[in-house]
Every structure is written in C-alpha cells, then in structure tokens.
C-alpha cells in the first residue's frame, strides 16, 4: 500500500509519499521562513496564503521524484489538526479534494501523532511500549505509548511550550524567527555557569512543565546585563540548559513511574543536539535506550503524516466527503488501532 501525506498545520508545506515496504518514495518540503521572518512570528493569514501556492505544485513534484501517478496511490492523507486553522484547512480541502478526484480513500491525521510516530521511519525504530517527549513550537508533552493510538498524556506545559520558549528568548537576544535553532548555535559558544535559570515545577511531584517564568528570567537577565556576544551567549546556554535539565528530570520521572526504560523524542525542539546528547547520557544511566528522527522528520513534515496516515487507513480510519479541521485535537481522544 502507498499513501500521500499532506502537512500544512504551520508555517511549513510538506509532502511525502509513503510505500509499506519500500518506506518514504519521496518527500517535498518548503518552509515560510522568509514570509514571516520581518514579522518575528507566523502570521495566520499569510501561512494559509502560502500553502494554497505551494501545496499542489510539491505534490506534482513528488509523484514525479517517486515517479508515480495517482493511480499508484492507495489513499490520501492530511492534516486535519492541531494547529492554526486556515492552514489546516488548505491541506484538508486539497487532500480530501485529491481522494475525491482521485477515487480513493481520504485520511485525517493528528499532527502530534505523527511527531510521535517519526522515529519509526528509522531504521532502529523504537518498539512499545515506551514514553514520549514531543516537544515542538507549540506542544510539550509526555505521552506514555502501548501502541498505535494507545496514548496516556502523562503530562503537559501548563503556559508556554518548550519551543515557544526558545522562540520568544531568542526574539529577546535580537534573533530571527524562528529563533531556536539559532538560539542553539549561539549557546554553544557560552561559558557555562555565568548565568543560572530555574527548573520550572522539577522540585514537586508530577509531569507537567511550565516555561514561562523561566523566559521571563532570562528576559530580566537580558535586560540586565551588556549587549555583548559574550553575554548573549552566556545567557543563550544557561537558558538552553535549564530546558534541557527540565525536560530530562521530568523524562526521567516518567520512565520510572512507568517502569519503561524506553524514550523516544520528537518535535521541532528534538532536532536540538544539545538536548539529544543530555538523553543519551540519563538513558545510559539507566539502562535504556533513547529513539528520534532524523533532524529533517523532527520539525514539520509531510512524511510523518504519511506514516501516520498509513497506520490510520490500515485500521479503516478514513473520512466520507465532509471534512473537519479540528485546531484543537487533542492526542489521547485518537482511537487505538
Ligand atoms: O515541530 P515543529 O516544526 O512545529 C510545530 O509543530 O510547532 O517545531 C518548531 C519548533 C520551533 O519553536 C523551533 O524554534 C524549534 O521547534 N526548534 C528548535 C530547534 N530546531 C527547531 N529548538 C531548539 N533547538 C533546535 N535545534
Ligand atoms: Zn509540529
């Protein structure tokens, strides 16, 4: 079976085309970046617009890289949600448009689901059960995973996600949208221990995150201190190093109350190499073993809905003509396959 996978939930159009036993066929990204860059953010309007140019011609250009045509296909899946709706409904109308043109079956897809379902992409793919980090620009979470749709949410950001975070620190450093990956280049020439941030919610029981104060920690040390590169990357690595230590205190927490020693990461922030090397040392530690996707399938991507939508249309999940995009979807409400 081969299916289409569609995403445009964000700021980024991505295509792919997925064959059960020949893997990802081809995949097409194209990232706003420069349409929002002077506005230091997404703006909603602008990202519709721009998928409804983009998203046709990158699937005429995969079937052509994978040298298909439609009559190849087996099923057409889209985003359906979470995530900013005009978006989410250029991939909707287009994706359910194509499965009716098309005579095949149409399948929405849960954006997180398919962050979490990236690292099976890989070629050491991670087994169930184990417990997930999805950390992106607009979820952080610990899911725990017995399977396919069978989804404990073990805890949440109560305000900012992680990724949110690193975007609004970078924007105070006087970086570019989207500030955390440039955030993360530049701590990797700070001094360690100049600055010290706090561990939001680490020191009582539970899962849940919190990052806003700790943005707003770093926005009073900002403020304070030079404008020097020295000091905005001293403060950039005692940032990042306080999400970091966050985030793997509470994975820890969670493998343990869970009596896993399985972890899979995911999401834009799982492309931070950084926070990749900090999991690998507790996982080490406890005798386990750590799962991410490439860093190309971290961030947005249409070959993670694929994948996801492909598991999805295998267990009959598939939608008549109406179509719903659903901006807030949330993980554990998915049926278990
Ligand atoms: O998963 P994603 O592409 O989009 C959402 O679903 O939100 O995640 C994007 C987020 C942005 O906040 C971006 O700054 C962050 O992931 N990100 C990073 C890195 N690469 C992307 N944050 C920290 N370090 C990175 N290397
Ligand atoms: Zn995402």
């Not at 927490?253 to 950084?274: F, H, P, W």
């Not at 999991?279 to 399938?297: D, I, Q, S, T, W």
Request: glycine share 10%; proline share 6%.
């Amino acid at each position: 079976m081969r299916i289409l996978g569609i995403e445009t939930s964000c700021d980024e159009t991505g295509i792919a085309i997925y064959d059960e036993e020949q893997g990802i066929m081809a995949h097409r990204l194209y990232s706003q970046i420069a349409v929002h860059a002077d506005y230091g953010g997404v703006v909603p309007e602008l990202a519709s617009r721009d998928h409804v140019r983009k998203t046709i011609p990158l699937i005429k250009e995969a079937l052509a890289e994978a040298g298909l045509t439609p009559d190849d296909l087996d099923g057409v899946a889209y985003t359906a949600g979470p995530g900013l709706v005009g978006a989410l409904l250029v991939g909707c109308s287009i994706g359910r448009s194509l499965a009716y043109g098309w005579d095949l079956p149409a399948v929405p897809v849960h954006h997180m689901e398919g962050h979490l379902l990236a690292p099976m992409l890989e070629d050491e793919a991670p087994e169930f059960p184990f417990v997930a980090l999805l950390v992106s620009g607009g979820h952080t979470m610990l899911v725990r995973v017995d399977g396919i749709g069978k989804y404990q949410l073990l805890g949440e950001s109560v305000d900012d996600a992680a990724g949110e975070a690193f975007d609004k620190t970078a924007k105070l450093l006087g970086l570019d949208y989207p500030g955390g990956p440039v955030l993360a280049k530049m701590a990797e020439a700070g001094t360690p221990g100049r600055f010290k941030f706090p561990r939001p919610m680490t020191n009582k029981p539970g899962l849940d995150f919190s990052f806003s104060g700790l943005k707003t920690a770093a926005a009073v040390t900002i403020r304070a201190e030079d404008e020097s590169a020295q000091t905005k990357a001293d403060i950039a690595y005692a940032f990042q190093d306080a999400v970091i230590d966050t985030l793997a205190i509470k994975c820890r927490r969670a493998l343990e109350q869970c009596g896993l020693n399985r972890l899979v990461i995911a999401g834009g922030v799982s492309a931070n190499t950084a926070l990749r090397e900090k999991l690998a040392l507790v996982m080490k530690k406890l005798n386990g073993e750590v799962f991410y996707p490439r860093p190309e399938f971290c961030t947005d991507n249409g070959a993670m809905i694929a994948y996801a939508g492909m598991q999805r249309l295998k267990s009959g999940v598939t939608t008549d003509l109406t179509f719903k995009a659903n901006p807030r979807w949330s993980l554990d409400s998915l049926p278990p396959v």
